[in-house]
């Protein structure tokens, strides 16, 4: 086996392991939104949602992206074998993420009645808020635990954890819904983030990290490094956050509190769904990129690989939701929600464009230059806000679809650009090859939907769907040899 096909095989295997988990998560997750779209409707997926992005730019503001910087320390560590270095680091999160927590939740607690009224417009929420403060705690503490999972490379762990927990959350919220409806949301987020954070705490403790003293020392310098590094991520997290907070609000000022639930659905597909395919395409591929970061051939070489693995496996998904996006969305929830339709096409075919990007940007993390993530994060954005705002007010729900299909391509564009000239990254031509072939069985599919009517749209539809499927894995067979290494198996 070549070094080469080593890679691409480690890449799937990894993806495999985390991605095969995810598809349990994501059946889930669709079952547990079916059930909240019936019992709740659009208006109660809307005030999930406000309450939700108030908590998570809350967060953002206060958890200094540690979830994201300390990967890196602990990864770095874990590479040279360490355990001395390992565990001082560790020992370091986890008192920083206390101390992150705390703050978070302080400062929503204090704040909770401006929230409300902020978010909703009354003061109706203030309560609401008081007990979310809870979650802000629970929740950092979580993302430490799953931070050490990450950075040790533990994935069968993150994957149980990850599992269970949306388990968990499946058979704790639906009840609550049902029996209290609206008023059932605060407690059922609470009780979901105990869930985690128990799951989180038991799969970190499998993990054998030495126990040390930890000095204010210590604290200072080690955690100076992951809070500074993290300030910036943290940032950079807080501009996409803020964004989808204020277009939240926008929507629903102009709009119904309906409306937010239609974006909240919609943006559910869009970015939690393929989102999910996003995180286990890249759950390994972080720390690993981070190990040879400062390696320019290496580095170049392993981005190459990731981009066309992400692209080979989640084209023919992406060609799956246009061509079948409306019985797609009336399982997801019901026929209540068919509007969201036009927002998700145009979105989808833009996901082409974040794919291709997605596999590029991890390089700035993992070379610790978060002053151009940050930038890069910033005007992207902000193109994003803005499209969104006008997208929505000319346009209704399909504008947002737009709007997402631009700023999508934009942010390609400028992540591609930043890359090429500041690491001088140079795409493979395989890998061009590949992505061409993909966007234009989008683009196709996309047409079809358009302008076809049904059943005629589903039948050439179809069609697009196998060859995109059967031309990913022609592909992917040509990069790992499975087939090849069964047959051989069998020969001997």
């Not at 939700?52 to 300390?70: D, P, Q, V, W």
């Not at 635990?145 to 762990?157: A, F, I, P, S, T």
């Not at 949301?185 to 869930?195: D, E, N, Q, T």
């Not at 974040?354 to 070379?367: Q, R, T």
Request: proline share 2%.
């Amino acid at each position: 086996m070549s070094k080469e096909e080593s890679s691409y095989r480690q890449i799937f295997k990894s993806t495999s392991l985390f991605g095969g988990v995810q598809v349990f998560t994501i059946l889930i997750s669709i079952i547990r939104s079916k059930f909240i779209a019936v019992l709740l409707g659009p208006s109660g997926i809307g005030i999930i949602g406000l309450l939700n992005s108030t908590t998570l730019f809350i967060a953002a503001l206060t958890n200094f992206g540690l979830e994201r910087s300390a990967v890196k320390n602990i990864a770095s560590a874990n590479s040279l074998g360490n355990t001395t270095r390992i565990a001082l680091v560790v020992g370091v999160l986890r008192r920083l993420v206390w101390i992150t927590g705390i703050l978070g939740a302080l400062i929503t607690l204090v704040f909770s009645s401006y929230l409300s009224e902020l978010t909703f417009g009354n003061k109706d929420y203030t309560l609401a808020f008081v007990w979310l403060s809870i979650t802000l705690l629970l929740n950092q503490i979580s993302a430490g635990q799953g931070v050490v999972l990450r950075g040790m490379h533990q994935l069968k762990y993150m994957a149980k954890s990850s599992l269970f927990g949306s388990i968990s959350g499946l058979i704790i919220s639906v009840p609550i819904y049902y029996i209290w409806g609206l008023k059932g949301i605060v407690p059922a987020i609470l009780i979901s983030s105990i869930c985690t954070l128990i799951l989180t705490f038991y799969y970190s403790r499998k993990v054998n990290v030495d126990a040390v003293e930890i000095s204010k020392d210590d604290l200072f310098s080690e955690g100076k490094d992951m809070l500074l590094m993290g300030f910036i991520l943290s940032l950079s997290s807080l501009i996409v956050l803020g964004e989808s907070y204020l277009v939240r609000i926008y929507i629903r000022l102009i709009g119904s509190v309906d409306d937010v639930g239609f974006y909240n659905a919609g943006f559910a597909i869009v970015n939690t769904y393929f989102g999910v395919i996003f995180v286990a395409l890249t759950t390994d591929y972080y720390p690993k990129l981070a190990a040879i970061a400062n390696d320019a051939k290496k580095a170049i070489l392993l981005m190459n690989q990731q981009s066309e693995m992400t692209v080979l496996i989640i084209s023919p998904i992406l060609v799956i939701f246009l061509v079948f996006i409306n019985p797609i969305v009336i399982i997801l929830y019901s026929q209540e929600f068919l509007p969201i339709n036009q927002m998700i096409l145009w979105a989808a075919l833009g996901t082409y464009f974040k794919a291709a990007s997605w596999a590029l940007g991890v390089i700035f993390i993992s070379k610790g230059d978060v002053k151009t993530l940050f930038w890069s994060e910033l005007f992207a954005t902000t193109v994003m806000l803005v499209l969104n705002l006008i997208g929505y007010k000319y346009l209704g729900l399909e504008g947002l679809g737009i709007s997402f299909f631009i700023a999508f391509i934009y942010a390609y564009i400028q992540t591609y650009l930043i890359v090429k000239i500041k690491y001088s990254f140079s795409y493979s031509i395989q890998f061009y090859k590949i992505y061409f072939v993909h966007l234009t069985f989008g683009i196709v599919g996309f047409l079809i939907v358009k302008f076809t009517e049904k059943p005629m749209s589903y039948y050439l539809g179809l069609i697009v769907i196998l060859i995109s499927s059967w031309y990913s894995i022609i592909q992917l067979e040509k990069r790992l040899g499975i087939i090849s290494t069964i047959k051989n198996k069998f020969k001997k």
